[in-house]
């Protein structure tokens, strides 16, 4: 419950650091931008704050590559 309110709380102090400046200068485009990736982000930080299951992208990487990793070792073998 208190990681959920203090990235709440840090979200919020972000978006009115952040929010603001961009309303006023009419910058909707960065304002959707900044909105999608602090939401995405939000999501995210809350996830690890309650030790869910969050995949990492380097797994996938390495599942990509295993293969080519293992070619390349048998053939320098």
Do not use: C, H, Y
Not at 8 to 25: N, R, S, Y
């Amino acid at each position: 419950m208190w990681v959920i309110t203090g990235v709440l709380l840090v979200a919020i102090l972000i978006t009115i650091i952040e929010v603001p400046p961009l309303w006023k200068k009419r910058q909707r485009k960065e304002l959707w931008v900044f909105s999608v990736l602090l939401v995405f982000g939000i999501g995210l930080s809350i996830a690890v704050g309650l030790d869910l299951n969050v995949p990492n992208p380097f797994d996938w990487i390495a599942v990509i590559f295993k293969p080519l990793t293992d070619l390349m070792m048998w053939l320098l073998k």
